[in-house]
């Protein structure tokens, strides 16, 4: 499955943003899919992942504030980020797997990453 990433930006904390990733093929409703991110000399993260039949995880540092969804009839998965803070700030990417292990341990497809910039 190729992957699509879009609705990065510039935001100010306290603000939202929400981040789109658009699949190709016909099986994507039979994935799961995650969104990391990447932080200037930072390892990559895992921030939220969403089983095939929308079972969500979220990392404790954006519980809470981020709601991972899915639309099967639209091939996307959607990343929505409130309350946002400096901290968030990153590069995001989304993910597919087979299983929800793939998709938080060593995803199957990548998209490219969309720039996520929070200012205090």
């Known amino acids: 499955v190729q992957l699509q990433a879009s609705g990065g930006g510039l935001v100010q904390a306290g603000g939202s943003l929400r981040l789109s990733c658009a699949a190709s093929g016909r099986t994507f409703s039979s994935y799961a899919m995650g969104w990391y991110r990447q932080a200037p000399g930072k390892q990559r993260e895992l921030v939220a992942a969403i089983t095939s039949g929308g079972s969500t995880y979220y990392a404790d540092s954006v519980k809470g504030r981020f709601t991972i969804s899915r639309d099967n009839a639209k091939n996307t998965v959607y990343l929505q980020m409130n309350s946002l803070k400096p901290e968030d700030t990153a590069v995001y990417y989304c993910?597919?797997?087979?299983?929800?292990?793939?998709?938080?341990?060593?995803?199957?497809?990548w998209g490219q990453g969309t720039q996520v910039t929070v200012s205090s």
């Open positions: 993910a597919a797997g087979r299983t929800i292990v793939v998709v938080t341990t060593t995803p199957a497809s």
